[in-house]
């Protein structure tokens, strides 16, 4: 069956960096768009981020372009975001999420891996 | 990038149906079939419900169908059940490979 397993949460004080990781299984990873969903503690749902299935496309959420990065390892069936000069507002529990209908749902989900920010 | 905008919450008893409006703006909601509506129970993540706007992926009871007219998406949830009682979350395509999340709806079952 269809795995996505995040990893790479923790405590970090602004300013500082991370990197979240999330290795796929079921499914043939490199043929098919990623994303990074984010959801702060007792909010809604945030998009954070999309690749394309080759990893030659990349779009963000206005307030992390610039910060962030999203790749992928399609040799490692892993995605990555390299999240860099972290904010307090950044304080969430991270998804990696796809599909394999279209780019445009979410019909797989990681279990989150929670981000800390501290000032 | 501004949120979609979904009631807070709605009460219902069990049996009876519920619809939850998702309102955005001719840039998303209104500008393409790319709705989507997620359920999440507490500590756990989300689970797609419906897609392009009407459609059911395999397993998701026929309980539960969408719809769209203009700027706003409704989710409807027919014979609601006690399992029900979720947050329920719609998305939509943005534009330019962005998209964004409706504010949230708690469902309670009376």
């Known amino acids: 069956q269809v795995q996505l397993v995040e990893s790479g949460g923790g405590v970090v004080q602004s300013g500082r960096s991370l990197r979240l990781s999330c290795v796929v299984s079921?499914?043939?990873?490199?043929?098919?768009?990623m994303h990074w969903v984010r959801q702060a503690p007792g909010k809604g749902l945030e998009w954070v981020a999309l690749?394309?299935?080759?990893?030659?496309?990349?779009y963000y959420l206005d307030s992390v372009r610039g910060r962030f990065t999203i790749s992928r390892d399609n040799s490692k069936n892993t995605l990555y975001l390299q999240m860099n000069s972290l904010r307090v507002e950044d304080t969430a529990v991270y998804y990696c999420?796809?599909?394999?209908?279209?780019?445009?749902?979410?019909?797989?989900w990681g279990q989150g891996t929670l981000v800390s920010v501290s000032s | 990038q501004s949120a979609l905008t979904q009631p807070r919450s709605v009460s219902v008893s069990p049996g009876q149906s519920v619809s939850i409006s998702c309102t955005g703006t001719?840039?998303?909601?209104?500008?393409?079939?790319?709705v989507s509506w997620y359920q999440q129970h507490p500590g756990k993540a989300p689970k797609l419900m419906i897609y392009?706007?009407?459609k059911r992926p395999s397993g998701v009871p026929d309980r539960f169908s969408g719809s769209k007219s203009g700027n706003t998406a409704s989710l409807t949830i027919s014979g609601l059940q006690a399992e029900d009682e979720a947050d329920y979350y719609c998305?939509?395509?943005?534009?330019?490979?962005?998209?964004?999340f409706g504010t949230g709806t708690q469902v309670t079952v009376l």
């Open positions: 999420a796809g599909s394999t209908v279209t780019t445009d749902i979410f019909n797989y």
């Open positions: 998305c939509s395509y943005a534009g330019s490979y962005t998209y964004v």
């Open positions: 690749i394309w299935n080759d990893g030659s496309k990349e």
């Open positions: 001719s840039s998303d909601v209104g500008g393409y079939n790319y």
């Open positions: 079921g499914f043939i990873f490199s043929k098919y768009g």
């Open positions: 392009d706007v009407t």
